[in-house]
């Protein structure tokens, strides 16, 4: 759910100059980083057709209608329930794409991309990371954390960036940043998220985390789905 933050005489020209600027924004900044995740985990299993759906599919997640009123895509407003219920429906998207005749992969390449932006995007969206950093008693690499730590997953600390309108749009035209941040609160997505490196070494961790997730979500489907079924899937029949 949206949190409104009344602002005094607010024209609407500004906020579609926001939302252009945060369209902008997640177009070049965040999706090279969903492609380069998804590549490294998934690039020696599907063909470079099935693939080129499957970051699309991901990717496409953030088009501006995607950013708001769609907390299950992102994780975002503490939604864990939606997101992984939104996560089982397009994992059995895939299954049934299989399961049934005639259907193109390329549904089940879709919506395979639409499950990884989410499962992906928990890491950057969350707490996640500042908690099992908070439970290493020495330092950690990166390349340590373990992305479904039970404790954590269940923990009542987890929680996710909150989107407070207008605010969280303001955050994305950088001159102004600074002064967004002196009043966005402290659970919003503007100080919670791990969208990129700008935001510290945390993003590393997150980032690891996301491949290692993404790897665990072929994994599922290759013990859901037959040989002959994987082969599809992978287009590599």
């Not at 969208?195 to 013990?223: C, M, N, W």
């Not at 002959?228 to 992978?234: N, P, Q, R, V, Y």
Request: aromatic residues 14%.
């Amino acid at each position: 759910m949206l949190r409104i933050v009344p602002v005094i005489n607010f024209p609407v020209i500004f906020l579609v100059i926001i939302s252009c600027t945060l369209y902008g924004y997640n177009l070049i900044m965040k999706r090279e980083y969903h492609i380069e995740m998804t590549r490294e985990a998934l690039g020696e299993h599907f063909s470079e057709r099935a693939l080129q759906v499957i970051i699309k599919a991901n990717i496409n997640q953030d088009r501006l209608a995607g950013m708001f009123f769609h907390d299950e895509f992102h994780f975002d407003n503490n939604a864990f329930d939606k997101g992984y219920r939104y996560m089982n429906e397009q994992r059995g998207y895939v299954l049934a794409t299989f399961i049934g005749t005639g259907v193109s992969p390329i549904v089940a390449w879709q919506a395979f991309g639409r499950l990884l932006h989410s499962a992906q995007d928990f890491y950057a969206h969350s707490n996640y990371v500042t908690l099992w950093l908070d439970e290493q008693t020495a330092s950690s690499s990166s390349g340590e954390i373990e992305p479904l730590k039970k404790d954590i997953l269940q923990s009542p600390k987890l929680h996710s960036g909150k989107v407070y309108f207008p605010l969280d749009l303001m955050y994305y035209i950088l001159p102004i940043r600074p002064l967004v941040m002196k009043v966005l609160p402290k659970d919003s997505h503007g100080w919670m998220n791990l969208d990129s490196p700008e935001q510290g070494f945390k993003f590393d961790y997150a980032i690891r985390a996301a491949v290692k997730r993404t790897k665990h979500e072929f994994e599922i489907l290759q013990k859901l789905l037959t040989p002959e079924m994987m082969a599809k899937f992978m287009d590599k029949q």
